[in-house]
Every structure is written in structure tokens, then in C-alpha cells.
């Protein structure tokens, strides 16, 4: 490389530009038990204000698979094509099962003390993706994932999409079911406390586009009214609920879980709904909660706590 090169290109991002389909195959080992660390297949991994922008199809087979891990200013574009990490080519055995709804889709974070600009992009208009497991996970200031297109995730004892210290996701919509998937066995339900969504540390969700959460088990929302938010802008933790509708599928779900509430039912059957609209965040789904139809019980009973 002639010097004039090497001046040139001092300095400069490095870029992996990647044309074809992918298809990944490795799969998640956990070595702490030994002293070591979780170990996950990853497609595609930017750190340091690397670029990598993948152009095709993304499929992951094993489990425990991350498709786009960025890192201290990195950026993965895998926005060109549909995106399935389902873990299909994993045997169906108890063991293997706690492990298949184990993958992630987008996964950004910084350092800390690390405030650069990483990026995770998944999908655009008119591609589709799908995770069994965590969609997205943004953990540290200026960490981003968006999940573009349609995004349908089949939750893990995670949830669906995590933010941490200031991390934001923007989701733009499509099914996440929230749903017991055996892997702790018949007799235990391993969605009994999972929250499809949730944010901590002035994390930020934002749902952009249309949204069903299918709610078989498990807890729908939970912590203050000042949370949530119907429209997309300002300073709560969860944004864009007026896109979301929520369908009960059985009469295992809390819609909520909540601590220092004082409300009152307005008859015996709460006909007017006046106790289950004022409890935090209901009434900022889509079209005003349980009264409203943005959360449809379909003949199910529900707990509040």
C-alpha cells in the first residue's frame, strides 16, 4: 500500500459490505460455570465506530443467535432483507428448549462513559422479521436499535424489547406474542412475571406503527402513569401506545402490577371501567384502553395487582 493511500485512509471508519443472503449456524454456550462467559453466535458485530452493512436475507438456525451487535459507536445496517432467527435447526429436547427462545435481534450498547452514536437497524418497509427471543435490547446513551418493517417476535423469559441507561428502541411494528413456551416443563409457567416490554435507568421504547401484543401469561405493564405516553415524543419511558392494541388469549394474564394505588370500583362489575382506566398506562392504549378497545379481553378474566 503506497503511502498516499495510507494517509488517505488514516483515520477513516472501517466498513464490511457483505451482498449475499446469510445464513448463520452457530449456536449460544453458556462457560460460566467454568469461570468463562455466555458465549452467543453473532451475523453481524460493529464495535468501535466500525460499519457493517449486510444487503441480503439473515437467517440464524442455532439458538441463542444475535443478529446485529454494535458497540461503542459501531453501526449494523441489516435493512435490506427479511431477518428469521427461530432456531429451527435445534432439537426438540426439555434441555435444548431453555435455549430456544434465547436469540436477539438488535443488540446496542456503550461503555460507559461512552456517549457515541451506536446503531443497530433491522428491517425497512416491506421486509419482515422474525425472533424467538429478545427483539431489541439498547443498553447506555445514544445506544439505538430500530426495528424497521414488520417485526413479529415470540418472547423469551426476557420480554420482547429492553432499554437501559438511555438506550432507545424504535419499534415499527407488528406481533409480539407473550406466551408460556414450556421450558421450564409442564408444571411451571415460564411466562408467569414476563412484560412484553420494559425500560429502566430513563430507557425509552417507542412504538411507531402498528402493534398487536398477544398476552396468553404474563404481566402487561407495570410502574407509574407518567411512564406511558399515547403519541411518540417527550420524555416517557414508553412511547406510541396509541399504536398498540393488546388481545387476551387466556385467563392467564396480569394487566397489571402496580404499588401505592388507591381506586375505587364504580359498582360491583366495574361497568363503567372507571377502576381499570384509571390504573397507570391503560388508557393510553389504543383508543383508550379497556373502554376504548385498545385492550381486547375477548372473554377472559385478568389480575391487577
Known amino acids: 500500500m503506497s503511502s498516499t493511500t495510507t494517509g488517505a485512509l488514516k483515520n477513516e471508519k472501517s466498513v464490511i459490505n457483505i451482498g449475499t443472503d446469510v445464513e448463520l449456524s452457530g449456536k449460544y454456550h453458556d462457560f460460566t460455570n467454568d469461570g468463562g462467559s455466555e458465549s452467543y453466535a453473532i451475523a453481524y458485530a460493529a ?5 457493517v452493512n449486510a ?9 441463542g443467535s444475535i443478529i446485529g451487535y454494535a458497540k461503542d ?3 449494523v445496517n441489516a435493512n435490506l432483507g427479511d431477518i428469521t432467527a427461530k432456531s429451527d435447526s435445534a432439537t426438540t429436547d426439555q434441555a435444548t428448549l431453555a435455549y430456544k427462545y434465547h ?3 438488535g443488540y446496542a450498547t456503550n461503555s460507559t462513559g461512552n456517549t457515541s452514536t451506536t446503531t443497530v437497524n433491522l428491517g425497512t418497509t416491506g421486509t419482515t422479521t422474525q425472533i424467538y427471543g429478545l427483539g431489541g435490547y439498547a443498553d447506555g446513551e445514544n445506544a439505538v436499535v430500530n426495528l424497521n418493517g414488520t417485526t413479529n417476535i415470540d418472547t423469551g423469559t426476557k420480554g420482547a424489547l429492553v432499554t437501559k441507561n438511555k438506550g432507545v428502541i ?6 409480539i406474542t407473550n406466551k408460556n413456551n414450556g421450558t421450564l416443563g409442564t408444571s411451571v409457567n415460564d411466562h408467569e412475571n414476563v412484560t412484553p416490554f420494559y425500560a429502566e435507568t430513563n430507557g425509552k421504547i417507542k412504538f411507531n406503527g402498528d402493534t398487536t401484543i398477544d398476552m396468553y401469561d404474563g404481566v402487561l405493564i407495570t410502574g407509574e402513569d407518567s411512564d406511558y405516553s399515547s403519541n411518540v415524543g417527550g420524555s416517557e419511558k414508553y412511547q406510541g ?9 387466556s385467563d392467564n394474564v396480569t394487566i397489571g402490577s402496580f404499588s401505592g394505588k388507591s381506586l375505587n370500583w364504580d359498582s360491583s362489575s366495574d361497568a363503567s371501567l372507571t377502576f381499570q382506566n384509571a390504573l397507570p398506562g391503560i388508557a393510553k392504549f389504543n383508543n383508550g384502553g379497556v373502554s376504548g378497545g385498545g385492550i381486547h379481553l375477548n372473554g377472559h378474566t385478568y389480575k391487577l395487582y
Do not use: F, M, P
Open 170 to 175: 424504535n419499534y415499527s411494528g407488528g406481533t
Open 73 to 75: 459507536g459501531g453501526t
Open 241 to 249: 401506545l396509541q399504536n398498540v392494541k393488546v388481545e387476551l388469549k
Open 47 to 51: 464495535l468501535d465506530d466500525g460499519i
Open 55 to 63: 444487503k441480503g436475507k439473515t437467517t440464524a438456525h442455532g439458538y
Open 103 to 105: 436469540n436477539i435481534g
